[in-house]
């Protein structure tokens, strides 16, 4: 399984555009990359998935290089509602099940 | 679409009882059920993957007969704490995936999570 390094905390003021970087060096050729959301005491929600290139959801953009070593969540204007810890994986079906390990994430905190 | 709910969402229980947990997919079929383990400001932890109607494949260090887990149905899991202690006190966190929901991504829905606290 790809381990994902994300930075441990960003600070923003709401609408602004946040990007929060993802580095997964070993990617695998099937793997793909997937964005959630967690606030305290909830299950994360699930904000995109993307393989390379570029995806874009009503919440989010996912930038993907060519060399999908990294991986860039863009949340455009935020507000502070969008504080929570946000989590890159990348996996691989397996069986059936895509098999996905949690790394730090990042806590983003929006202020006024 | 892609709804899973958790039943109970938050349950007390003294020492040495056991605790059932239950997760459902509502609006899909889920092929693949995984449970998780959160304690405070700390990360999810997998603990289990199950296939409906096959055993479950535990991750290093979680003990199958601790922790038992049953996916009968494509729409149901549970999971069973037995002989609770305090340290078993944590987030318990379900989530399925189906490629019916997005082909040949597997993407994972998760619940709203189960609080546990052991008296």
């Known amino acids: 399984l790809a381990k994902t390094t994300q930075p441990i905390s960003m600070d923003s003021y709401e609408g602004q555009e946040v990007n929060i970087t993802c580095s997964h060096n070993n990617i695998a050729t099937n793997d793909y990359i997937t964005w959630y959301q967690q606030f305290p005491s909830q299950g994360p929600r699930f904000i995109i998935q993307g393989y390379k290139t570029k995806v874009t959801n009503e919440v989010a953009s996912l930038f993907i290089p060519a060399d999908r070593k990294s991986s860039t969540l863009s949340l455009p204007r935020v507000s502070l509602s969008d504080t929570a810890v946000y989590y890159c994986l990348v996996g691989t079906p397996e069986g059936g099940g895509n098999k996905l390990t949690f790394g730090t994430g990042t806590q983003l905190k929006v202020e006024l | 679409g892609a709804v899973v709910s958790q039943h109970p969402s938050r349950v007390i229980c003294k020492s040495g009882t056991s605790v059932k947990i239950e997760c459902r997919s509502l609006d899909f079929q889920a092929t693949t059920m995984f449970w998780y383990r959160q304690f405070p400001k700390q990360s999810l932890m997998l603990m289990a993957t199950s296939n409906e109607g096959s055993k479950a494949t535990y991750e290093q260090g979680v003990e199958k007969d601790k922790f038992l887990i049953n996916h009968a149905s494509l729409t149901l899991s549970t999971l069973t704490v037995t002989s609770a202690h305090p340290e078993d006190s944590s987030f318990y966190i379900c989530?399925?995936?189906?490629?019916?929901?997005?082909?040949?991504?597997?993407?994972?829905?998760f619940g709203p999570g189960t609080r546990l606290t052991v008296l």
């Open positions: 989530s399925a995936s189906s490629t019916l929901v997005a082909a040949g991504t597997d993407t994972q829905y």
